[in-house]
């Protein structure tokens, strides 16, 4: 597998896997988090534009797909219940998803994103189980609560390298 910047020209391929990821966290009994039509293709066209849209591509294929940012996370300005494990200069990954069929994608972004930078954050949905398993599986310590722009809770979470 290897990580390159998303091109404009992977919007439809990311866009089968958004959906795809979103189908399955319905089944997971966690159909909020993401809606109906969630990331849009606006947002996806302005992560790409900042240059903080990433694919996963194994054999030529895209197989997963995330956004990384070295720098401050407005939404993450303010912790309830908890707190950071440091203030120290961070990246964040949001939207992270794989293929509908493929195994070990999300760790190897994961791994990706720490060579890039030590210290990451991100967050997820309360009823998103299987992203909790994962990043607690990954060395990430639960911190607290986060409100996301449109005031929706999440828990957040923090990985020091």
Not at 44 to 71: A, H, K, M, P, Q
Not at 84 to 112: E, M, N, Q, T
Not at 134 to 148: H, Q, R
Request: hydrophobic content about 35%; aromatic content about 12%.
């Amino acid at each position: 597998m290897k990580i390159r910047r998303t091109t404009l020209e992977d919007l439809d391929e990311i866009l089968i896997i958004y959906a795809d990821a979103r189908a399955f966290m319905k089944k997971q009994n966690n159909p909020s988090q993401w809606g109906e039509d969630y990331p849009r293709r606006e947002l996806l066209e302005s992560d790409i534009s900042l240059d903080r849209s990433y694919v996963c591509v194994l054999d030529n294929r895209i197989v997963g797909t995330f956004y990384f940012e070295v720098g401050v996370d407005s939404t993450y300005m303010e912790i309830f219940e908890g707190e950071w494990l440091d203030d120290a200069p961070y990246a964040v990954i949001h939207r992270i998803a794989s293929a509908r069929d493929s195994k070990g994608v999300a760790s190897f972004c994961v791994d990706w994103c720490f060579n890039q930078h030590p210290n990451i954050r991100i967050d997820t949905h309360r009823n998103n189980n299987p992203m909790i398993r994962f990043l607690e599986k990954n060395g990430f310590m639960k911190c607290g609560i986060i409100y996301i722009e449109n005031g929706d809770e999440r828990i957040a979470f923090h990985r020091i390298k």
